[in-house]
T-cell receptor
Framework: GAGVSQSPSNKVTEKGKDVELRCDPI?????LYWYRQSLGQGLEFLIY????????KSGLPSDRFSAERTGGSVSTLTIQRTQQEDSAVYLC?????????????FGSGTRLTVV | GDSVTQMEGPVTLSEEAFLTINCTYT??????LFWYVQYPGEGLQLLLK?????DKGSNKGFEATYRKETTSFHLEKGSVQVSDSAVYFC??????????FGKGTRLHILP
């Protein structure tokens, strides 16, 4: 696609429920990243994919968080048993392969509210 | 570990004032450096980048120069506009492709 697409754009869920957030990167971009932006905070790195593998999962806050990527394209971030502190904007970004000269292209994010 | 430190905001300026937002970094090797901007209600957008020492990135009147000796990448603009009001993030990209962001600096421009 023309840009990075994230869905849903907004999600309100009850505490304890599971949620799935979807990211559709730019076609041909092999690198995909998930970040979290909490109110008044910077960007917190969650996980990074190169193709379908995740060489860096160091940012996932707990074992309630998981992510997968299939076909080198769409990625899903799953949060199990959501807690109120999970409320944030979840941002996905993609980048071409080829080294460190590229920035990312970000999606518009999914605003998650846990009530 | 690698990190990015940028000046805390909010920064409030009058229209047509000169802007500097400081950014310094700590990294192994020579990362690529970026400034991203987030306008109210919108996603992050790449503003400018520099990939090696002494490179100057520029876009929309903004500039930043990659200073290896001071490990800095300060963002500057000669004459700001109300439409520049946003949150600005300094970032570095490591050789393993991971990007590290600063905490962001909120900029308010008064008419």
């Amino acid at each position: 696609g023309a840009g990075v697409s994230q869905s849903p754009s907004n999600k309100v869920t009850e505490k304890g429920k599971d949620v799935e957030l979807r990211c559709d990167p730019i076609s041909g971009h092999t690198a995909l990243y998930w970040y979290r932006q909490s109110l008044g905070q910077g960007l917190e790195f969650l996980i990074y994919f190169q193709g379908n593998s995740a060489p860096d999962k160091s940012g996932l806050p707990s074992d309630r968080f998981s992510a997968e990527r299939t076909g080198g394209s769409v990625s899903t971030l799953t949060i199990q048993r959501t807690q109120q502190e999970d409320s944030a904007v979840y941002l996905c970004a993609s980048s071409p392969n080829g080294g460190s000269n590229y920035g990312y292209t970000f999606g518009s994010g999914t605003r998650l509210t846990v009530v | 570990g690698d990190s990015v430190t940028q000046m805390e905001g909010p920064v409030t300026l009058s229209e047509e004032a000169f802007l500097t937002i400081n950014c310094t970094y700590t990294a192994t090797g020579y990362p690529s450096l970026f400034w991203y901007v987030q306008y109210p209600g919108e996603g992050l957008q790449l503003l400018l980048k520099a990939t090696k020492a002494d490179d100057k990135g520029s876009n929309k009147g903004f500039e930043a120069t990659y200073r290896k000796e001071t490990t800095s990448f300060h963002l500057e603009k000669g004459s700001v506009q109300v439409s520049d009001s946003a949150v600005y993030f300094c970032a570095l990209r490591r050789r393993d492709d991971k990007i590290i962001f600063g905490k962001g600096t909120r900029l308010h421009i008064l008419p």
